[in-house]
């Protein structure tokens, strides 16, 4: 058996979703993603903007991880957010783990583009864009 | 027997998008966090490009990745650069997730190049050991 043998395997994103919320069933487990989007529009910046939900589904996740999402400003390199959690994902390499994170809020301190940078134990291993614009006439949602 | 089905076709759709109706947001984030502003939730956090980024996607479904690749991380002007040095590998973008994944495909087709370790030469066999220490072919 080699060293990598007794590290946790990198996890591989499935998906990276950020959406309105995520709704889990109590007994089942199952996850409702609602009002998937990756756009927003503003009358103006700075901006808050309310609720919302970041979903990630990793797949090749075993054992312990310490996941962290990062959200830049990618045109000024501006990190408007930082949030961590733990996650223990069992042995077994073929199991998915779901990460649901419900947000009270967030800044949008300018418009362009914010990415969610997603690490797992200090390795990137993924991304998700919002494009934060201002709002054009005739757009109402 | 049970015969297949066949699935309807897929609706494929612009990805959606969400207005920020401001009086309204504010009003939303006061009423789950208390009077405090949204922003209070959020430390000051400095941020710089960082010199070294560990990489563990390949965006290959047929790579997995068993031990994270370090990346070093440089700025040319607007252009942002990602190089493994001992593959003498590397990718650029405008951001430092596209030189990460402009790497990661090179690192791939590098890969799948040197996949018949019997036909390379020595210094190929280097690289190719080299890389076979942090990714594999899945399956």
């Known amino acids: ?141 | 027997m049970i015969g297949a089905i066949r699935l309807p076709d897929p609706v494929v759709s612009p990805p959606g998008a969400h207005t920020v109706e401001r009086k309204d947001a504010e009003a939303k984030v006061k009423a789950i966090v208390g009077n405090e502003p949204v922003a209070a939730q959020f430390k000051e956090i400095s941020y710089s490009l960082p010199g070294r980024v560990l990489l563990g996607q390949t965006f290959s479904p047929r790579i997995r990745i068993v031990k994270a690749i370090p990346a070093d991380i440089s700025q040319e002007g607007r252009v942002i650069v990602a190089c493994w040095a001992a593959t003498n590998e590397f990718g650029s973008g405008s951001t430092l997730s596209e030189a990460l994944e402009d790497l990661s495909r090179s690192i791939v087709e590098l890969f799948l190049a040197l996949i018949d370790e019997a036909a390379l030469g020595p210094d190929l066999q280097k690289i190719r050991s080299r890389l076979s220490d942090h990714i594999e072919l899945r399956g």
């Not at chain 1, 609602?34 to 700075?46: K, L, N």
């Open chain 1, 1 to 141: 058996m080699g060293k990598r043998d007794h590290q946790p395997s990198i996890p591989v994103v499935l998906a990276f979703l950020l959406c309105d919320k995520i709704v889990q069933e109590a007994g089942t487990g199952k996850k409702t993603i609602v009002g998937i989007f990756d756009r927003v529009w503003a009358e103006s910046f700075p901006t808050v903007h309310g609720p919302f939900g970041i979903y990630a589904k990793l797949a090749d996740a075993a054992g312990a991880y310490d996941l962290k999402i990062d959200i830049l400003h990618l045109e000024s390199n501006e990190m408007i957010g930082q949030g961590g959690m733990k996650a223990l994902a069992g042995d077994d390499p073929l199991a998915v783990v779901d990460l649901v994170l419900n947000l009270p809020g967030i800044p949008l301190p300018k418009q362009g583009t914010y990415e969610f940078q997603l690490s797992a134990n200090g390795v990137w291993i993924g991304r998700t864009k919002l494009i934060a614009a201002r709002k054009k006439k005739g757009i109402s949602k």
